[in-house]
Structure formats: C-alpha cells, structure tokens
C-alpha cells in the first residue's frame, strides 16, 4: 500500500503576543504526568516499527471495539451475570414457593431480576451512545501507525495522536482499540483486517495493552488543559486567520450545545428520580418496614445515589469556570479547519460538518450524524478582526446555521 501522509513543515502556531482573555497555563500534577510519560510505553515506542492499515469501518466495528474490547471498564458484559442471577431467582423462588406457597414471595425474587434487567438496558444504552458518539468514523479509511503518531485519513478528515500520549487500549479476537481521551469518548478503532499482517498487528495491540490496559474514565482531560505548543503537521493557506487559547463552560451559554446540555442533565436527574422512588416505594409496600426491608431499602438507596453523585461531579468538573473545558490552537481556512490539542491535531474540511452555530462568543461547528462538536471562542482570537474573519469563513464556505 503506498499513501501519501502529511509530514512536518516549519509554520508552528504561537499564542498572540497579549490577549486579556487569557489564563496562565495549567500545571500537570506528578501523577498525571505520570500518566502520559511511562518507561515500559516508552521502550515500546522505540522498537515500534511503522504499520500501515486500509479497510471499510463499520459500525459494527465501532460497538465491537468499544463494547467487546475491554478497553472501558464501565462496559463490562453483564450476559452472563444476567442469566445466572436470573436462573437462581427463579430457581429458589420456585423451591420457595414448593415449601411456602406465598405470592408476595415472587414479588420479592422478582427485585433482583428487575435490577439485573435495568442494568442491560443501561448498559445497552451507554453503548449505544458511545458509538453514536463514533460514528462519524464510519467509512473508508487508511493510515499508519509508528512511534510518534497514530495517523487515520478520512474522507474529510485527518487525525494524528501522539502515541505517548495513548491513555489505554483493548483488544479481541477481530478488533484493536485505542484510547487517547481521558475521559473516554472518543475511540480509535481498528480491525485486525485493516492490517496485511493480521497476527503481526495483534502482537502489537498486546503490547500496547501492557504498556496501557484499560483505566477508569476521568471526567475531565487534564491534559488537554494545557496550551499544545506542538509543530502543526499541515500547512494554512495565505488567507488562514489563526486561533489559539481556552474555551469555558460559560461562554456556551445561549448556544444550543449549551441548552442542549442543561436539558440532558435536568432529563436524567428526573427520569433517575422517578425510577428510584418508584422502585423503593414498591419494595417497601411489598416487603413492610421490616428489618430486611428496611436494609434492602437502604441498598437501593445506595445504588440509586451513586449515579446521582457521578452526575453532580460531573457537572462540577465540566462547567467550573476555575479551569477550561480545554485549549486549542489552529485556524480556519477556505480548505477547512486546522485544531490542536495537548493529545493529537486533525485537519477537517467543510463537508465533515453538517451543522453550525456564530453566537457572540463562540464558533460551534457539528460532525456529520454525530453529537461532537468543534468549539472555538471568541477571545481565542487576537482581536475582532480576526474573529470576524472566522465568521465569515463559517458563514461562507461551512454548513447552515439550524
């Protein structure tokens, strides 16, 4: 397979000289740095030899990588927990009821079974989520990887991620998954078909996953805090007008990702709430204000506010104005849009985004048939000129306003 790949040019891109929107650049803590730079992940990449890869990605690549490959601990099959759980409910419910015929009985063996349902479902819909979250992925696709970068070419974008600063990875008997996000959203997945040498490319995943096995999620990426003072791997055209800095939770406000996550959160909080008083209020109507039900009760409890804390960190940590969603440099050009980050860089053209937001503070621009969306704010820009450059880069050659 031959390709032509984007190589390094001598255009780096520094932060303006004074911006007053500005914060100083966060500093990462020894043990998140520690997290990026590891002596075994690093002998690895020395002896790694540059593997090129070409196939058709599905998503049903997607679900498999992201659901089969152990890469992310919270998708843990739940099958064959499900159908020994529900085997020995039924099963000792129908000793019980051989010795004492009692119906509440069956209300009570019931519980765990519809506890292990609602898991699946959870977990059915997580999954789902995260490939939509993916999908854009989808299609024809071709690239390499080697001791500095993980590079994919799409049809309308180009990604390189810096493979120190791969978080975790995954495998099965026909898939490889790569994870540089922290927080676990975005996926690099690869079939073991993708590559000429398929036994050669699971020798690689396994060393891979040594270096880096699967990790808990964060809820932010730290990492990504950080202003990327990296040399772009593409050019801009003449006309490009830069961007570089931090973007805040706040500066969503307004915007319709912005409404769009206020509506999410207020939709879960209401849906858990209905479901876990309904539930307890249930068990005690069946089980009475014993000992035991009152125990159970209290269990319920437990497993219904642990998603509810989950969801106020996660809150806390996304929309605190203490520190940035993230920072980003780049620019916007006739061709497309060029960003990077601390983690990797990728250069889009138009046709990748199927939908787009100008507010008074911040440029959105949505990929096709996925919820992710490229973020750049105003003060990112060294002045109104330039600002109202990338508005009408936006306006003119990117997708419609809805």
Sequence with gaps: MCFQFPLPNERTISTPSFNPYEPPAAELSSEESASVESAELEALLESLERMEFETDLTRADLADGIGQTHVRTDFVNLRTLAAIVIFLCLFVALLYLMVIPNSAALIVFSFPIVVT???????????????????????????????????????????????????????????????????????????????ADHEQAKMLADRLIAARPSCALQLVDRRRQLLPNAEPLFSPQANAVFYSGAIYASQLQGTKLGHQWKTELRRFALTLALC??????????????????????????????????????????????????????????????????????????WKLFDESEVSERMILLKINRANIWHLVARPQFEDDDAWESACRFVRRYGPPAN
């Excluded at 690239?143 to 799409?154: A, M, Q």
């Excluded at 975790?168 to 676990?184: H, K, P, S």
């Excluded at 005690?284 to 409890?301: E, H, K, P, R, S």
């Design 117 to 195: 349902f609602a898991l699946l479902v959870l977990r059915h819909r997580a999954l789902r989520r995260a490939v939509d979250l993916n999908v854009h992925r989808c299609g024809a696709i071709h690239g390499y990887l080697d001791r500095d970068y993980f590079c994919v070419v799409h049809a309308n974008q180009t990604r390189l991620m810096r493979m120190d600063h791969l978080v975790c990875a995954g495998r099965n008997a026909q898939t490889m998954t790569l994870c540089f996000d922290a927080t676990q959203m975005q996926m690099e997945v690869l079939p073991f078909r993708a590559f």
């Design 276 to 349: 876990s008083t309904t539930t307890i209020v249930a068990w005690f109507y069946f089980a009475g204000f014993t000992w035991f039900g009152i125990g159970v009760g209290l269990v319920l409890l437990h497993l219904f506010w642990k998603p509810v804390q989950s969801l106020i960190k996660a809150r806390q940590a996304t929309l605190s104005n203490n520190a940035p969603l993230m920072m980003s440099s780049g620019w916007f050009d006739d061709s497309g849009q060029f960003s990077m980050a601390t983690t990797g860089q990728s250069k889009s053209n």
